[in-house]
């Protein structure tokens, strides 16, 4: 989004020679998007940020998919997944995320870090990370940002960055092949968010300040598009110098951090429909937060939601805190994901619909991915699945 920033030293005029306090070159990189027509930051290196000496596979984690085939809804447990290298050494927030939904759009991997990670790169699109809980700090390229439960870390694609978690952080990677953003519908034709959207610029944190670092030989591990079985493969690529080299950069590009505290949420007299909630969004999919707040004030509504087909999408929701209402009775609870594919209609436990009537308030946090591909099953997905919840609305299993 084009909210612009300053940090560090740059020179007054663009695409012109600037000098450091040493009196040498400095070396001027834009990162841009969509081919110089979109969001751009020019960043300034001590060191040539295109100097490699070294280029050598890395192996990705198993990013294997099946179908949700036959068609069912799905109730899979994230905190009984174990995060590989959790036991011995430390689990990190890049080598050892396990997929858990899947398509060509966007990926969805839960971790539980405990330990620092390399320096990554996604080279394939911007990364969304829900921290469910945890904090600790994110290095980047533009600077170092802190994070706390509830934050958003959105990551530019490409932006070379590391984590470093202060204390066992669980992190909900939501991974694109696109750009991740505010909704369109929120901002001015110049990028400004809106009166009308559920929250601001002042509510968005960026880097404070620039984060140099010396070293030379530095690996840093690059995930990008290749021939592999998912579309992706990884490289690890060794830089002549460190990439947090730079001392300045300015531009309306750069990684920030968005906590769901801020967030405003929208409602009505009736049942207010999910856009309502969206935070941000992605070439076919969106991202939402169903936030602590009042519900509907007709005398006769009914406050959780009513069945419903959305027959362009399947709905993920990831349940963080709180008491989800129309979940009651179905077996989910804290750290479950619910997936509700489109050809299925979907919506409360029936007994939670009387119960919510006359509420006037959810104590609930939960984080919705819709998308307009279905999503295929990681195998983070499949090791965690309750096989009982397609069953719960009906009150029995399949017929044999």
Known sequence: MAYYRSIGDVPKTRHTAFRGPDGALCFEELMGEEGFSSDSSLLYHRGVPSAIVDSVVWDLPDLSTSPNHPLKPRHLRLHELVSTGSTGGGSNAVEHRRLVLGNGD?????????GPSPLYRNAVGDEAVFVEAGSGTVETVFGVLSYRAGDYVILPRATTHRWLPAESSRLYAIEANSHIGPPKRYLSRFGQLLEHAPYCERD???PPAIHLADGTDVDVLVKHRGDGPSGLVGTRLTYATHPFDVVGW????????????DFM??????HQP?????????NNFVICNFCPRKVDYHPDSIPVPYYHSNVDSDEVMFYVAGDYEARKGSGIGLGSISLHPGGYAHGPQPSAIEASIGAEYFDELAVMVDTFRPLDLGEAGLASEDPAYAWTWAGRGPVL
Do not use: W
């Open 265 to 270: 949420p929208i409602t009505g007299k009736v």
């Open 204 to 206: 968005l944190t960026g």
């Open 106 to 114: 966007v990926r969805i991997s839960y971790v539980t870090a405990t």
């Open 250 to 261: 300015d531009g309306c590009l750069y990684p920030y951090t968005f906590n769901v505290e």
């Open 274 to 282: 999910p856009p309502v909630h969206q935070v941000f969004e992605g």
